[in-house]
T-cell receptor, first 111, second 113 residues
Framework: GNSVTQMEGPVTLSEEAFLTINCTYT??????LFWYVQYPGEGLQLLLK?????DKGSNKGFEATYRKETTSFHLEKGSVQVSDSAVYFC??????????FGTGTSLTVIP | DAGVTQSPTHLIKTRGQQVTLRCSPK?????VSWYQQALGQGPQFIFQ???????QRGNFPDRFSGHQFPNYSSELNVNALLLGDSALYLC????????????FGEGSRLTVL
């Protein structure tokens, strides 16, 4: 079946620190992979995506590379800001209809 | 441009009751999906509607039903509520022809006592 396993949080970092949030997946077929972010008081929103192996998704300084050999899609950012404090969800879909989400990783960035 | 709007934002019901949640999709979107997010968990797919038909359904019992109207808005109905139905219910809209990007509302928080 399809599933996403995400690094457990919460994660607390100082401003300008390097961020990695691990995500691995299991899928039947060829999934597209996503990172969604939920800022306090807001709905989930798409952060970045990759649709095939070796693709790199990027947005707002965040990056993730679709690694088929390790079934991973780790989220990275070189220098986090206080405004990056949010909950991050890794997700996949093989049909474009049903999305499978990880449990979410809460990130707090302190000044 | 209004995004996805959901109502009500919070509600409290007792076991055995029925609830209806409503969703208006982002302007221009034709597809609505519903997700259940229990506390500390990721969203779980309930079902998806397109052209007023249920296109796909996740692993949820028949107590969960839905509807999509000609203006693309949608309702989620849950009958015979159980304590375990307490969760945040998320509506997501998208374009059928542009898979992969869901636009979420802020959700309806249901508490079952």
């Amino acid at each position: 079946g399809n599933s996403v396993t995400q690094m457990e949080g919460p994660v607390t970092l100082s401003e300008e620190a390097f961020l990695t949030i691990n995500c691995t997946y299991t899928a039947t077929g060829y999934p597209s992979l996503f990172w969604y972010v939920q800022y306090p008081g807001e709905g989930l929103q798409l952060l970045l995506k990759a649709t095939k192996a070796d693709d790199k998704g990027s947005n707002k300084g965040f990056e993730a590379t679709y690694r088929k050999e390790t079934t991973s899609f780790h989220l990275e950012k070189g220098s986090v800001q206080v405004s990056d404090s949010a909950v991050y969800f890794c997700a996949l879909t093989t049909t474009g209809n049903q999305f499978y989400f990880g449990t979410g990783t809460s990130l707090t960035v302190i000044p | 441009d209004a995004g996805v709007t959901q109502s009500p934002t919070h509600l409290i019901k007792t076991r055995g009751q029925q609830v209806t949640l409503r969703c208006s999709p982002k302007s221009g979107h034709d597809t609505v999906s519903w997700y259940q997010q229990a506390l500390g968990q990721g969203p779980q797919f309930i079902f998806q509607y397109y052209e007023e038909e249920e296109r796909q359904r996740g692993n949820f019992p028949d107590r969960f039903s839905g509807h999509q109207f000609p203006n693309y808005s949608s309702e989620l109905n849950v009958n015979a509520l159980l304590l375990g139905d307490s969760a945040l219910y998320l509506c997501a809209s998208s374009l059928l022809t542009k898979t992969g990007e869901l636009f979420f509302g802020e959700g309806s928080r249901l508490t079952v006592l």
